[in-house]
């Protein structure tokens, strides 16, 4: 199922973004994007991520930056004594040799590199403190796919719905057309036997075998009984994507027996209708968990 959530943090000194993505896959695969020296929240993210998605290509991605902190500056006034002595021997030594010198503006001795007095470097923060952001991003994450999930099952149910219909009306076109089928066999032996001599007894049974050859009644009770299978996995909730992906091939392998078998244009229509409405269904399946 497709996701994506992101959260930011900051400390002293540093900010920093998670995000979180997911695509469809059969299985679940979780990849981590760490920055260096992060290794060793790999193993818990990997639980954690584990612990709320059964499937999907999962990318986690942690940015992290530092922030230059203007407060954190200030001017040290030792350094302030030390550069006007410097100054004041740079200006003696220049007018002691004809080179006077206009004095300084207070501007111009701000910009001296040598008054800024560096605050230590900002530690980062604990580990757990990226972890309680990684919770929180896991926690958007999932509300956004369980609201996703509240959409798509919506939208499966009435596919479901469109398969049953479709399956009642198959149904009533195979009737229609076993009772064209019997009046047809019923004329076509009633002329062999009436044009040529043949062993009655063997000529109802290649009859009876092309009867049970183009009866579709099984494949329609195993497609009733898939969109009933159906309906309980949406009502069931939870991780049933693969079971679902199951389901979608035995729905598949019983409409294109059914086509095979039907020998009515009717049928065959209804069929085709039927093998759309769940290859439509099962593309919809790829985004359940």
Same mark, same amino acid.
């Given at each position: ?68 902190? #203007? ?35 207070? #501007? ?31 926690? *958007? ?5 369980? #609201? ?59 009859? *009876? ?67 759309? #409405? ?12």
């Amino acid at each position: 199922m497709t996701g994506y959530a992101t959260w930011e943090g900051a400390a002293p000194g540093f900010a920093w973004t998670w995000e979180i993505r997911s695509v469809n896959a059969r299985g679940l695969d979780i990849r981590l994007r760490l920055p260096e020296g992060f290794g060793a929240l790999e193993a818990e993210l990997r639980k954690r991520v584990a612990a709320r998605a059964a499937r999907g290509s999962i990318n986690v991605t942690l940015r992290l930056s530092r922030v230059d902190d #203007a407060a954190a500056s200030g001017l040290d006034p030792a350094a302030i004594g030390a550069a006007l002595d410097a100054l004041a021997q740079v200006r003696a030594a220049a007018e002691a040799r004809g080179f006077p010198m206009a004095p300084p503006s207070p #501007a111009e001795i701000l910009n001296l590199r040598a008054l800024a007095e560096s605050s230590a470097p900002a530690e980062l923060p604990e580990m757990a403190v990226f972890l309680e952001d990684a919770e929180a991003l896991l926690n *958007a994450f999932v509300a956004m796919r369980q #609201a996703e999930g509240a959409a798509l099952k919506a939208v499966l149910s009435d596919q479901i719905d469109r398969i049953a219909d479709l399956t009642e009306a198959a149904r009533a076109a195979a009737a229609e057309r076993s009772t064209r089928q019997a009046d047809t066999f019923r004329e076509t032996l009633q002329t062999l036997l009436e044009a040529t001599e043949v062993d009655e007894a063997r000529l109802a049974q290649e009859l *009876a075998l092309l009867a049970v050859k183009s009866d579709v009644m099984e494949e329609l009770d195993r497609l009733d009984a898939h969109v009933a299978a159906a309906r309980e996995l949406l009502a069931q909730g939870g991780a049933v994507g693969r079971k679902f992906d199951f389901l979608m091939q035995e729905f598949n392998r019983e409409a294109n027996t059914l086509c095979s078998k039907s020998q009515d244009a009717g049928l065959t229509a209804i069929g085709l209708d039927l093998k759309l #409405a769940i290859d439509q269904t099962r593309e919809q399946v790829q985004n359940v968990e």
